[in-house]
Every structure is written in structure tokens, then in C-alpha cells.
């Protein structure tokens, strides 16, 4: 049988770069090639046992029906809970939805906000399932792009100066993917203000809020008219869990429901139910403990790659990244990234991943290895750069 046509959408979303990268680096391994992974979004460490033994005895007692769409309530008041005490965000359970993965409340977010003809701004260099989200809803992405001048973030003045009348949302993050860099709280809360002030729906990703390393963490939710992403894949260890957040005004709620119902059903059910472990205090000590961990091997890599000579103009305060310039050994960063995974055995991400501005100037760096292996990966590229 011939193929189908298929819907515009799905030949205008890319593919993510970073999984080809990922599958070549396994085919290399199965044939006996050592290769350090640099490449892929998730922290080398096991989830905590505590949560693990959550979800299992979730099963056994035969948890394994549908929750509510918006999610089990004790887990909803756990969330708001956490919001209230770590970031002093007082947030009312009845306005967290919880969803499968961060993906699942962008994509509810989007979904509720943005439609044919609407606009979304958000960064250039950022996360790329962000963008296709929109496309998928039929909004278009404005791009805005952003440098080490405003730390690779969005600012009010570059919103304001993007902005059309067809604008319906602004999406920031921070900390940021892939650049790791933080959103000043003042010019957040000018964003806010200005948003607000003109009827444009603020989405906020603090999928990385936890693994916040210098300065305070501050929280989009401590305002009520703020959508607020998270998720329980990084800080909590629960990528394969599949298990997120949104914080959303209390006006969306009925109309974010019923997206949920149709979307997902639900988020699943053990997940749901190890995840309560999540916020227990022995839990949080071990996760503090790894966060401190990615702290040593932040301090160890980013003066590291500096050294070797990739320009790195803004260390990262969070998230687990380094966003490099590369150019000084290729003008390409897919090429390099090839030759660095064919002939160094090192694995990263190409900036094309993560948007058009410089792109191919700029590597994605993970450290989720650990500090030994961080180590062998930057005598790999010293190799590599002096050959």
C-alpha cells in the first residue's frame, strides 16, 4: 500500500536531533565502542528508592485504574504543598493539574491558548518540543532570538518588540534548555506586568526551577494568573515515570479539564501514587544530595571546556547544560558533533536541535555523566581539538 498524504503538521515538525545522535551512539556501543553520553536531557542517577518502592507497592495494591483527570488529589495538595514551602508560592490544590510529563501540561497549556493564526513567543536558542507544540495547536512560533547580552533569556523589551497584535502567549523558561541560564525574578514579574496588563497568557517552564545552583529559587506561581509548568523528570529522578505538572488560573480550570479528559485520560496511576513519596523529607535529602553532585561536575566541566577553547560567555545557574561555541573548530555544529561521537567517542547535542539563531554555532553539553567519566570526556576532546 501506498502511503497516505499526511496533515501538514507532521512534515513541519522536526525530527530531534539529539535522538539520532543517541541511537548512533548505542549502534557504536553494541559493537563494542566505548562512548560517554553528553548528549541526552537525563540525570545518570537511578530514582530514589523510596519513590521506587511507592510505585510498586502501588501496584501490588492494585492501583492500576484511572485517577480523575486532574490527577490524584493528595498528590495535587503534595505539589502545592512544595510550592508553598520551598518556593513560598502559596498555590490552592484545586488549580495543579497533574500530567503525563512536562510535555503533557505544554501541550495543555498550548492547547487551551493558542489556535489558527495565534502567536507564541518564546527564546531562540530553547527547548524545541516547545515550538512544535504550537505548531501541532495551529499557532505559529515567533522566535525571538536571544544571546549572552540578556543571558539567553527573554526580557519586556524583547517581548514588547516582538509582539503583534495576533500574540496570544509568551513562553519563558528558567532555568533554561539548553543554555542552563536563570530569569532574573525583576524581569520576570516585568514580563508578568506587561503580559497582564494586555491580556497575553504568561507560561512559565520551571521544569528546572530545583536545580537551581546560585541564587535563590523563585517560583512564577507565587501569581495566580501565571501558567506554570514543572515536572518530576529531573529534580525528582522520574524521566521514564512520565509524570508532570501545570499550575493554571483558576478561570481555565473547567476548560484545561476537559482537554485533559480527552487528551489523556489521565496521568498514570503508579506514577502518580510513587511521586506522593517524592516530597517526603528522606527523599528530598537524597535529591539535594544529587543536585549537589550536578553542582560539582557544573564547577568541574564549564572551566574544563573553557580551557579547550569553547566560548562559554554565561555560566549556567541551573538545569544541567552547557551551551558552547563551537565555532572555533567547526562552523557546523552538526559536523562536529558527528565527528566528535565517530572519532572521540563522545556524545552531544548539535545546537540546530534548539532553534536558527547561531545555531550551528553551538553545542549542547550534558553533565550527567559522572565526575571520573567527565574527566575521560575532556582528555577525548583534547585529543580531538589538538589532533
Not at 566505548?34 to 542517577?45: A, C, K, N, R, S
Not at 492547547?111 to 505559529?140: I, K, S, T, W
Not at 553542582?295 to 566541566?301: A, S
Given at each position: 500500500?501506498?502511503?497516505?498524504p499526511?496533515a501538514?503538521r507532521?512534515?513541519e515538525?522536526a525530527?530531534?536531533r ?24 537525563e540525570?545518570?542517577?537511578?530514582t530514589?528508592a ?5 510505585g ?8 492500576t485504574?484511572?485517577t480523575?483527570?486532574?490527577g ?7 505539589i502545592?504543598a ?6 513560598n ?6 488549580r495543579?493539574i497533574?500530567?503525563p ?8 497549556a498550548?492547547?487551551?491558548l493558542?489556535?489558527p493564526?495565534?502567536?507564541?513567543l518564546m ?13 501541532f495547536?495551529e499557532?505559529?512560533?515567533v522566535?525571538?532570538?536571544?544571546d549572552a ?6 526580557t ?6 516582538y509582539?503583534t ?5 509568551v ?7 539548553p543554555?542552563g541560564?536563570v530569569m ?8 508578568r ?8 497568557a504568561?507560561i512559565v517552564d520551571?521544569i528546572?526551577?530545583?536545580l537551581t545552583?546560585?541564587g535563590g529559587?523563585?517560583s512564577?506561581?507565587v501569581?495566580?494568573?501565571?501558567f ?9 529522578l ?14 481555565a480550570?473547567?476548560?484545561l479539564?476537559r482537554l485533559?479528559?480527552n487528551?489523556f485520560l489521565?496521568?498514570?496511576?503508579p506514577?502518580q501514587?510513587?511521586a506522593r513519596?517524592?516530597?517526603k523529607p ?7 544530595a544529587?543536585?549537589?553532585e ?8 564549564l572551566?574544563?571546556l573553557?580551557?579547550?577553547g569553547?566560548?562559554i560567555?554565561?555560566?549556567?545557574q ?8 563551537c565555532?572555533?573548530f ?7 558533533a ?12 548539535p ?7 547561531r545555531?550551528a554555532?553551538h ?9 571520573a567519566?567527565?574527566?575521560?570526556a575532556v582528555?577525548r ?6 589532533a
Amino acid at each position: 500500500m501506498k502511503p497516505l498524504p499526511l496533515a501538514a503538521r507532521a512534515g513541519e515538525i522536526a525530527p530531534f536531533r539529539v535522538m539520532e545522535i543517541l541511537a548512533r551512539a548505542k549502534a557504536l556501543e553494541a559493537a563494542g565502542r566505548d562512548v560517554i553520553h553528553l548528549e541526552i536531557g537525563e540525570p545518570d542517577f537511578a530514582t530514589p528508592a523510596p519513590i521506587v518502592e511507592a510505585g510498586v507497592r502501588a501496584l501490588r495494591d492494585g492501583h492500576t485504574h484511572y485517577t480523575g483527570a486532574l490527577g490524584l488529589i493528595e498528590l495535587r495538595e503534595a505539589i502545592a504543598a512544595f510550592h508553598a514551602t520551598r518556593w513560598n508560592a502559596p498555590v490552592d490544590a484545586a488549580r495543579v493539574i497533574v500530567t503525563p510529563g512536562a510535555s503533557g501540561a505544554l501541550l495543555l497549556a498550548l492547547g487551551l491558548l493558542a489556535g489558527p493564526d495565534d502567536e507564541v513567543l518564546m527564546a531562540d536558542p530553547g527547548y524545541p518540543c516547545n515550538r512544535h507544540f504550537a505548531r501541532f495547536c495551529e499557532a505559529r512560533t515567533v522566535s525571538v532570538p536571544v544571546d549572552a547580552a540578556t543571558g539567553f533569556q527573554l526580557t519586556r523589551d524583547l517581548v514588547a518588540a516582538y509582539a503583534t497584535p495576533a500574540t496570544r502567549a509568551v513562553l519563558v523558561a528558567s532555568p533554561s534548555n539548553p543554555t542552563g541560564t536563570v530569569m532574573p525574578f525583576d524581569e520576570l514579574a516585568r514580563i508578568r506586568d506587561w503580559c497582564a496588563e494586555r491580556r497575553i497568557a504568561l507560561i512559565v517552564d520551571e521544569i528546572y526551577l530545583a536545580l537551581t545552583y546560585d541564587g535563590g529559587e523563585h517560583s512564577a506561581a507565587v501569581w495566580d494568573d501565571v501558567f506554570v509548568v514543572n515536572s518530576f523528570s529531573k529534580y525528582f529522578l522520574m524521566t521514564g515515570w512520565r509524570l508532570g505538572w501545570l499550575v493554571a488560573p483558576a478561570w481555565a480550570m473547567p476548560a484545561l479539564e476537559r482537554l485533559a479528559q480527552n487528551l489523556f485520560l489521565a496521568a498514570p496511576t503508579p506514577a502518580q501514587h510513587a511521586a506522593r513519596a517524592a516530597f517526603k523529607p528522606g527523599t528530598l535529602a537524597l535529591l539535594e544530595a544529587r543536585k549537589a553532585e550536578l553542582r560539582q561536575r557544573r564547577d568541574y566541566l564549564l572551566p574544563a571546556l573553557r580551557g579547550l577553547g569553547f566560548a562559554i560567555p554565561v555560566a549556567p545557574q541551573g538545569a544541567f547544560y552547557l551551551y558552547a561555541d563551537c565555532s572555533r573548530f567547526d562552523a557546523d555544529s552538526q559536523s562536529l558533533a558527528d565527528r566528535l561521537l565517530a572519532q572521540a567517542g563522545v556524545a552531544v547535542t548539535p545546537g540546530l536541535d534548539f532553534g536558527a539563531h547561531r545555531a550551528a554555532q553551538h553545542l549542547r553539553i550534558a553533565y550527567t555523566q559522572p565526575l571520573a567519566r567527565l574527566n575521560e570526556a575532556v582528555d577525548r576532546l583534547k585529543r580531538f581539538v589538538q589532533a
